[in-house]
């Protein structure tokens, strides 16, 4: 029946082999098959099906996950392509699970970021990263300025994207130290909002992810407690509800 077809990227996502932004690359690259056969794009699995990445099957959702915090160190990079970066998250981890990490922290940056081996909440969460906030300190080369917070808090348009930053909250801790706290996730956004303001960024650490507080030591991880991930899952549950409500009214427009 129809209603048993599931989308490919959909089905790697839910069965906890990784994101469906990154099934998607796999798929792109031709690394999927679906019975031995590499499927066009739109391509559905269908109960029965086997369904393999790099030769290896695939098999169904699992029931229990694993929800890691990490404090990642400058150099290691957020991905979980091992034979391409040598300086990886999961190998940098080495946890006895396949694992993949939910968003990205650049590598020249440090702090926490959430692991899961659950690809359907790395979707959620990812879904709501312009909806909840993500906190960071950074330091930068020059004393930092009234007018630097100012602007900072304002909102900076970022020409390389064509964007303008959502207003957020920026408080001065000493002359070259600041917190940031962002409901929006651009490519390397702090960085691009200091360069504008001519201030180049020293050290940036991600220091909370909505509820989740960085309070491991650097390079370590620990799993979230069950408070944590009830917090983290009301949170997730609230941006989804949002999300639905504004697909319909779109939907409803378009017609």
């Keep these: 029946m129809l209603e048993d077809l599931k989308r490919l990227n959909k089905f790697l996502s839910e069965a906890g082999y990784c994101s469906r932004r990154e099934a998607d690359r796999l798929i792109d690259a031709g690394r999927v098959t679906i019975n031995d056969v590499v499927p066009e794009m ?3 699995v269908a109960p029965g099906d086997t369904v393999k990445v790099d030769g290896e ?6 029931k229990e996950f694993v929800y890691l915090a990490f404090n990642k160190p400058v150099g290691i ?15 940098f981890i080495g946890y006895h699970k396949r694992i993949f990490p939910i968003g990205r922290l650049d590598k020249p940056s440090e702090g926490l970021i959430l692991l899961t081996d659950d690809g ?14 993500k906190e960071y300190i950074v330091t ?12 900072m ?22 002359k070259f130290t600041f917190s940031i706290i962002l409901t929006q996730g651009l490519n390397r956004q702090i960085r691009r909002m200091c360069d504008y303001l001519n ?3 020293e050290t940036l650490k991600r220091v909370r992810i909505m509820n989740i507080e960085l309070d491991t ?13 009830k917090t983290l899952s009301d949170l997730i549950s609230d941006s989804k509800k949002t999300f639905e409500a504004k697909q319909s009214y779109q939907r409803k427009s378009r017609r």
């Design 140 to 151: 930068v080369d020059k004393p930092i300025s009234q007018t630097f917070i100012e602007r």
């Design 217 to 229: 030591p650097l390079g370590k991880y620990r799993e979230l407690t069950k408070e944590e991930f």
């Design 77 to 91: 990079v957020c991905t979980t392509d091992t034979r391409v970066e040598k300086d990886n998250i999961i190998d």
């Design 120 to 133: 359907d909440i790395v979707n959620k969460i990812l879904r709501a990263s312009n909806n909840h906030e």
């Design 57 to 62: 099957i695939i098999g169904e959702r699992k």
């Design 153 to 174: 808090a304002g909102g900076i348009y970022i020409e390389e994207l064509g964007k303008r930053t959502k207003k957020c909250k920026v408080k001065r801790i000493d």
């Design 199 to 201: 201030y180049d960024v």
């Design 42 to 44: 739109g391509t559905k």
